[in-house]
């Protein structure tokens, strides 16, 4: 974004001679001036100048400001007169600066080029007010007119074009490989400084479109964002590495270091954390603060929202859903994904605190004699981290209800808008500011036919597609199979440590615990306690009873537990303590059938 000041103030002093102002783009027209630019100290220095340029070289010593960017919202209003191409951003700006504008076409990227002899139209002519824009929107939409009339709403010509849906250049329509958006801890989320337009290029294809609000929580952003595009990749990696240094330890290149457990767990902590900070995923993403362009709604083959408390409140939000669903083909699906931000840092801490029970297992193992006084240590240690994830997850649970309760009474009425929190002038120059709600909502009108319909698939199609996303769809079993794999890791390191002392009938009964751990009665209990979450997601009044409304999920979680553990050691130490792999399958296959049953019988949350 724009400052409202320049950083150069020498360009401030400077400003107040100037008679006129020129954008140039890459094309270069006036070749010799943007030579000049572009090789900046060198040619005014004479190092570079041939005969017949020094005329040249002595007009940009003395009348040539050398910049390497400038808001124009400060800069245009001092200037006498514009001479520019045309691109949108130039046009808006010198509109609302009331200066006056020489418009001189060249290329496609300007306004009426793309529609059918626009440069025809352009050659060898000049428009010397701003006024002689609103033919060019005209002819744009298919209206020409000889009708000079300066009263002519502007704001309804601004908002047919956006409306059309019709990027006027193929320039404007760009998208990020997804890895972008998360590099130095995402920072374009994070900051408001620095230009990313950079990391962005020109497509024809978006995969998906990432619509979110400003005002709602950043970390929470950032760590859902990490967790869905890096996750998986996380913890297919951590899960081959953890092999990696079972093997290494196995074969005895790797020290003994803490008995029977150790390397798989630390190679997968580490190698899971690397990944998921810099997995470089490459699909092709919409980010408004990489992507900067009026049309990034035209393509989107899918749409992830970024919901927060102030999502369904801002008014720019809800031009982006209105805009996605006006893209959609009639009958087409509806690929629109909504997800609370809370859900990412719900997720992240449920995989750490896994990892932090393998290391207190780890530990605990070690040095302390005695299996009840070991389990006692673990679970002590362990459940303030699953505590806080029960308490987090009654909070989400109460979120996904008031998402349901926002959408349910949606009104456009009821929607922020920057320009009208302001009084339509800008806060740092007083320049006035058009209303973005009168634009957006004709838009609304043209797209849907009247706001009370779009207002009624609000509240119909997507409210319905959100609460069955927010409910039931966001608890898979692939996620949380993501969720659960640090299990897995530790039961390797058992495995690993079997293989090196040749016991390889107790490692492949280690195995197969593991995978069931990990694979089948982890993920349905976590689906168990989210439903029991839900049942008790109310806020108490009294922060004691909240606190044991959380520890209630976990005792609940706990005793499911105990029974599995249960019949897990009765099966090797009593029943079948001489044949470790059929103890495995007889724990095996009556744990894999519960979760079947778990995750075929257990009722789906019907918020409506």
Not at 61 to 90: E, K, M, Q, Y
Not at 171 to 199: Q, V
Request: net charge neutral; aromatic share 12%; with cysteine.
């Amino acid at each position: 974004m724009w400052s409202a000041m320049p950083k150069n103030y020498g360009l401030m002093a400077w400003v107040e001679k100037i008679i006129g102002y020129f954008t140039l783009d890459s094309y270069g027209a006036i070749t010799p001036l943007l030579e000049s630019m572009r090789l900046g100290d060198r040619l005014l220095n004479g190092d570079l100048v041939d005969e017949g340029w020094n005329e040249l070289a002595e007009f940009a010593r003395s009348s040539v400001c050398f910049v390497a960017d400038v808001p124009h919202t400060w800069l245009l209003p001092h200037c006498s007169c514009l001479v520019h191409h045309g691109g949108a951003g130039t046009v808006q700006t010198a509109l609302r600066a009331e200066v006056p504008s020489v418009v001189t076409f060249r290329d496609s990227d300007c306004f009426g080029a793309e529609t059918g002899g626009g440069r025809e139209r352009a050659q060898g002519s000049s428009f010397a007010l701003w006024i002689q824009f609103k033919k060019e929107y005209r002819f744009m939409l298919g209206h020409p007119t000889d009708d000079d009339d300066s009263s002519e709403d502007m704001d309804e010509l601004f908002c047919n074009v956006i409306a059309a849906m019709k990027p006027t250049s193929p320039e404007i329509l760009r998208a990020t490989p997804a890895f972008e958006t998360l590099r130095c801890l995402a920072r374009p989320l994070r900051s408001l400084e620095g230009d990313f337009f950079g990391r962005s290029q020109v497509t024809t294809r978006i995969g998906s479109f990432w619509s979110h609000s400003w005002h709602g929580s950043t970390w929470q952003k950032i760590a859902f964002l990490f967790f869905s595009n890096n996750g998986p990749a996380a913890a297919a990696v951590g899960s081959a590495s953890a092999v990696l240094g079972g093997l290494l330890y196995c074969y005895r290149i790797l020290p003994s270091i803490f008995g029977h457990l150790g390397w798989c767990s630390i190679f997968a902590t580490f190698t899971y954390v690397f990944t998921l900070l810099f997995w470089r995923r490459r699909q092709l993403v919409f980010l408004d603060r990489i992507c900067i362009s009026d049309d990034e709604k035209l393509k989107a083959e899918a749409m992830l929202v970024l919901w927060d408390p102030t999502f369904m409140d801002r008014l720019w939000c809800l031009l982006e859903l209105a805009a996605y669903l006006h893209s959609r083909k009639a009958g087409s699906k509806i690929r629109l994904t909504i997800r609370p931000t809370l859900l990412g840092p719900l997720l992240q801490i449920t995989v750490f605190s896994l990892i932090v029970f393998n290391a207190v297992t780890t530990f605990a193992w070690v040095l302390i004699d005695g299996f009840w006084y070991f389990w006692l240590v673990v679970l002590l240690l362990s459940s303030v981290n699953f505590w806080l994830t029960a308490h987090m997850g009654r909070d989400y649970c109460r979120t996904i209800e008031k998402v349901r309760d926002d959408i349910a009474a949606f009104s456009v009425d009821k929607l922020v808008s920057w320009c009208c929190c302001v009084g339509h002038k800008d806060p740092a120059s007083g320049m006035p500011v058009p209303c973005d709600r009168k634009i957006i909502l004709q838009c609304i009108q043209i797209w849907f036919g009247s706001i009370e319909a779009f207002e009624h698939q609000v509240r119909s199609d997507v409210l319905r597609i959100l609460v069955d996303q927010l409910s039931n769809q966001v608890i898979s079993y692939g996620l949380l199979v993501t969720v659960t794999v640090p299990i897995t890791w530790g039961y390797l390191d058992v495995v690993f440590d079997r293989f090196r002392v040749g016991e390889y009938a107790e490692g492949m009964h280690s195995l197969m615990r593991g995978l069931t751990y990990g694979l089948a009665m982890s993920p349905s209990l976590i689906l168990l306690l989210f439903r029991l979450a839900y049942y008790l997601r109310r806020q108490r009044s009294l922060y004691l009873l909240e606190l044991l409304a959380s520890a209630l999920v976990i005792l609940c979680g706990l005793c499911i537990f105990v029974c599995f553990v249960a019949w897990d050691l009765s099966t090797f130490t009593v029943l079948l303590p001489e044949a470790p792999i059929a103890a495995g399958l007889l724990f095996c296959v009556p744990t894999v059938a519960v979760a079947l049953v778990v995750w075929t019988v257990v009722p789906k949350i019907k918020l409506l």
